[in-house]
């Protein structure tokens, strides 16, 4: 008998491959992006920027959890970017109301190649690994219960002027503490629209492991640029299947560029 799990992921996988197809059939289509936009929103941008956030969420156990995060990014040369990113929970998923400092976060992404394609789509291609720091408490209901490293690898393609789509592939992996291990599917598409305003669908299908889930999500963020250096974004999300880390969410963020 076929596992649901594995016929629920096998599908989450069909629909990745199915947005990689629609990508490079569109690829041979339309033209090339303008190289001056680069929108953070994007993790494969060549971009230095702070986010600072705020999320709930509406779990799925008729719990709640808030989320305070500082996401931002550097570039420390043309062709390395540092990424970092601090989280603090408020839940109450144990029964009672518990908070504290969740994760910190490093990420190093090189930029090993970029160029045009055969069709003549800009694109970038990505290497990095992130080192994630677990500062929470599993008895609190907070944070996964292990330090990790988590190796990536993702494509940013222009199809045409102000859409950008990137596929993106992610294995993380406890060195200490809890057992963790996940591989993460993610796909993100991001249209520029007038007024300095941007929208972006972010899809994320892991696969955990340890428990033999999949966890997967999907999140929309509808931005606008106020000047060059602020702006600020709205975010959706819904968990998608029987696995699904939580309802429901919904954020603001307000973004420093520099």
């Known amino acids: 008998m076929i596992n649901k799990n594995t016929l629920f992921f096998s599908e989450q996988v069909i629909l990745f491959i199915f947005c990689l197809i629609l990508t490079f059939f569109y690829s041979e289509k339309i033209l090339a992006e303008d190289k001056k936009t680069e929108n953070a929103s994007n993790p494969l941008a060549a971009v230095s920027n702070t986010d600072l956030k705020f999320k709930y969420y509406d779990l799925d ?85 292990g330090d990790q490293i988590a190796p990536l690898m993702g494509v940013a393609i222009a199809l045409r002027p ?31 629209l007038p007024d300095n305003v941007w929208a972006k669908m972010d899809f994320k299908v892991p696969y955990d492991w340890e428990n033999d889930t999949i966890p997967s999500s999907v999140e929309f ?25 939580y309802d429901f969410a919904a954020g603001i963020g307000l973004r420093f560029n520099y």
């Not at 995060?69 to 109301?97: A, I, R």
């Not at 992610?170 to 591989?183: I, L």
């Not at 963020?221 to 880390?245: M, R």
Request: zero cysteines; aromatic letters at 10%; charged letters at 25%.
């Open 61 to 145: 156990n008729q719990s709640e959890r808030m989320e305070y995060g500082v996401d931002g990014s550097t570039m420390l040369n043309p062709k390395l970017k540092l990424k970092y990113e601090m989280y603090y929970w408020d839940t109450d998923v144990t029964g009672q109301d518990e908070d504290d400092l969740e994760s910190f976060h490093l990420k190093l992404i090189h930029f090993i190649k970029q160029g045009k394609l055969d069709s003549g789509q800009p694109y970038r291609l990505a290497v990095g690994v992130e080192w994630i720091k677990d500062l929470g408490d599993t008895d609190k209901g907070i944070g996964s219960g």
């Open 162 to 192: 102000g859409t950008m789509v990137i596929p993106l592939i992610q294995h993380f992996e406890s060195y200490e503490g809890d057992d963790v291990s996940q591989t993460a599917l993610r796909f993100i598409a991001l249209q520029t």
């Open 221 to 245: 963020q509808v931005g606008k640029s106020f000047t060059k250096a602020v702006g600020a974004y709205i975010d959706l999300q819904s968990g998608i299947g029987g696995d699904k880390p």
